[in-house]
């Protein structure tokens, strides 16, 4: 079992910056990609950005270059730097990672996990 813990969330005026913090913890297990999810009330949840163990990274539009994830491979954690926050940046931010579970030497499966949420209020 693979858990994901965040933290970093809370309350930012317009303009400011905030830092999601989201650390995989368990046993056997490697992560292949991880990311950030979003969900405002009365909203779909979407996807904020994503990056793979390789370090590759992709953003939605409405968050390139205010926002940048980063791994940090040896402590299994993935950082979310907001910057420039606005009003519409509001939502509860989850974490997810799809990581590969390994049972044999050679033998794994993939699973997809979901940390718990964090909300991100951005208001004056």
Same mark, same amino acid.
């Given at each position: 079992?693979?858990?994901?813990?965040?933290?970093? $969330?809370?309350?930012? *005026?317009?303009? #400011?910056?905030? @830092?999601?913090?989201? &650390?995989?913890?368990? =046993? +056997?297990?490697?992560? !292949?990609?991880? $990311?950030?999810?979003? *969900?405002?009330? #009365?909203?779909? @949840?979407?996807?904020? &950005?994503?990056?793979? =163990? +390789?370090?590759?990274? !992709?953003?939605?539009?409405?968050?390139?270059?205010?926002?940048?994830?980063?791994?940090?491979?040896?402590?299994?954690?993935?950082?979310?730097?907001?910057?420039?926050?606005?009003?519409?940046?509001?939502?509860?931010?989850?974490?997810?990672?799809?990581?590969?579970?390994?049972?044999?030497?050679?033998?794994?499966?993939?699973?997809?996990?979901?940390?718990?949420?964090?909300?991100?209020?951005?208001?004056?």
């Amino acid at each position: 079992q693979v858990q994901l813990v965040e933290s970093g $969330g809370g309350l930012v *005026q317009p303009g #400011g910056s905030l @830092r999601l913090s989201c &650390a995989a913890s368990g =046993s +056997g297990f490697s992560i !292949n990609t991880m $990311g950030w999810y979003r *969900q405002a009330p #009365g909203k779909q @949840r979407e996807l904020v &950005a994503f990056i793979t =163990s +390789g370090g590759t990274t !992709n953003y939605v539009d409405s968050v390139k270059g205010r926002f940048t994830i980063s791994l940090e491979n040896g402590k299994n954690t993935v950082y979310l730097q907001m910057d420039s926050l606005k009003p519409e940046d509001s939502a509860v931010y989850y974490c997810n990672s799809d990581v590969s579970i390994f049972y044999s030497r050679n033998n794994y499966y993939r699973k997809l996990y979901w940390g718990q949420g964090t909300q991100v209020t951005v208001s004056s």
